[in-house]
T-cell receptor
Framework: QKEVEQNSGPLSVPEGAIASLNCTYSDRGSQSFFWYRQYSGKSPELIMSIYSNGDKEDGRFTAQLNKASQYVSLLIRDSQPSDSATYLC????????????FGKGTRLSVIA | SAVISQKPSRDICQRGTSLTIQCQVD?????MFWYRQQPGQSLTLIATANQGSEATYESGFVIDKFPISRPNLTFSTLTVSNMSPEDSSIYLC??????????FGPGTRLTVT
């Protein structure tokens, strides 16, 4: 059973601060990693993909990957109330032959 | 990315009846997935539907309860049969992208009374 662990939160940060979301996974063979954002009552939306160790930046979002530690994180700079959502971490498994495995998600609340 | 539509967006059904949910994609895709998400819970995979083959169901889900059709590379249906209040949930269609990522439809919110 492939496992994805995330702190369920809620994680509360003040507006303008950096939000740090963490995820660990069990499948050492995973090569691709995805972060999804899910607003209450909406479906998950892909916001970041990362395929190699290190950092990947996209606007206010930075994904960080450390395959040796089986750890992936998402940083949100200058957090806004509109960032309040549940963030799901998902590693690819089985070379893409099986569906993505999703963590339970971290609920982020950005306080104005 | 893929654009996915689902019908209906929501429905209220009586127990014992069945509902068929449609999923339409704007491009041809090999792998389609059906998920369920109960309030406050994470995504639970129901089945994988590949065109031209029988759907593969996850543990706890059976074809008699959740029959799936996949007649072509852009369309699939999921039927929730003999519904009970425990089937009240959001049902999501998802497709695989070009680099293992997945995209989700807007979901069907089902309430069973």
């Amino acid at each position: 059973q492939k496992e994805v662990e995330q702190n369920s939160g809620p994680l509360s940060v003040p507006e303008g601060a950096i939000a740090s979301l963490n995820c660990t996974y069990s499948d050492r063979g995973s090569q691709s990693f995805f972060w999804y954002r899910q607003y209450s009552g909406k479906s998950p939306e892909l916001i970041m993909s990362i395929y190699s160790n290190g950092d990947k930046e996209d606007g206010r979002f930075t994904a960080q990957l450390n395959k040796a530690s089986q750890y992936v994180s998402l940083l949100i700079r200058d957090s806004q109330p509109s960032d309040s959502a549940t963030y799901l971490c998902s590693p690819e498994t089985d070379s893409g032959n099986t569906p993505l495995v999703f963590g339970k998600g971290t609920r982020l609340s950005v306080i104005a | 990315s893929a654009v996915i539509s689902q019908k209906p967006s929501r429905d209220i059904c009586q127990r014992g009846t069945s509902l068929t949910i449609q999923c339409q994609v704007d491009s041809q895709v090999t792998m389609m997935f059906w998920y369920r998400q109960q309030p406050g819970q994470s995504l639970t995979l129901i089945a994988t539907a590949n065109q031209g083959s029988e759907a593969t169901y996850e543990s706890g889900f059976v074809i008699d309860k959740f029959p799936i059709s996949r007649p072509n590379l852009t369309f699939s249906t999921l039927t929730v049969s003999n519904m009970s209040p425990e089937d009240s949930s959001i049902y999501l269609c998802s497709v695989r992208g070009s680099r293992y990522e997945q995209y989700f439809g807007p979901g069907t919110r089902l309430t069973v009374t």
